[in-house]
């Protein structure tokens, strides 16, 4: 009883994260013509439709490997399915990084690091904005 509810739920996970890639694949494509359509510049609408096109694409695969994980674990947990739920899982984490490192320009590590300076790097600049605010209003 509690495989079959198992087998269901993959099946049902897995489904969803199809639906996620093919939906997101749609609405980011409509969304990329209503932008083009519009601003009549190419080069400035792609980036950000492959940017929307690929974080479909990572949901759906976050979702299909939480299928496959459930699927594989608690359907038919053999060394052999375990093997195959390995690569598979590899596979797909080796793509969410390439994904990753194509929609945002870095390592996923490096969010952290990036943010520090370019936080740091903008300080100053709030800084010259700060005291120019306060010079206007002193002289005025």
Avoid at 12 to 29: D, F, K, P
Avoid at 52 to 61: F, H, N
Wanted: with cysteine.
């Amino acid at each position: 009883m509690f495989g079959r509810i198992a087998s269901i739920t993959a099946a049902c996970i897995e489904a969803a994260g199809i639906l996620v890639i093919v939906i997101g694949a749609l609405a980011s494509s409509i969304y990329f013509l209503r932008r083009l359509a519009k601003t009549h510049s190419f080069e400035g609408t792609y980036p950000a439709y492959r940017s929307d096109l690929g974080r479909c694409i990572l949901l759906g695969l976050e979702l299909l490997v939480a299928a496959d994980i459930v699927g594989t674990v608690v359907v038919d947990p053999t060394f052999v399915n375990l093997g195959v739920l390995a690569i598979i899982v590899a596979i797909r984490i080796a793509l969410s990084f390439a994904m990753d490192v194509e929609i945002n320009g870095h390592w996923p590590w490096r969010q952290t690091e990036l943010t520090v300076k370019r936080n740091q790097d903008a300080r100053p600049q709030r800084l010259r904005n700060t005291a120019g605010r306060g010079d206007a209003g002193g002289s005025s």
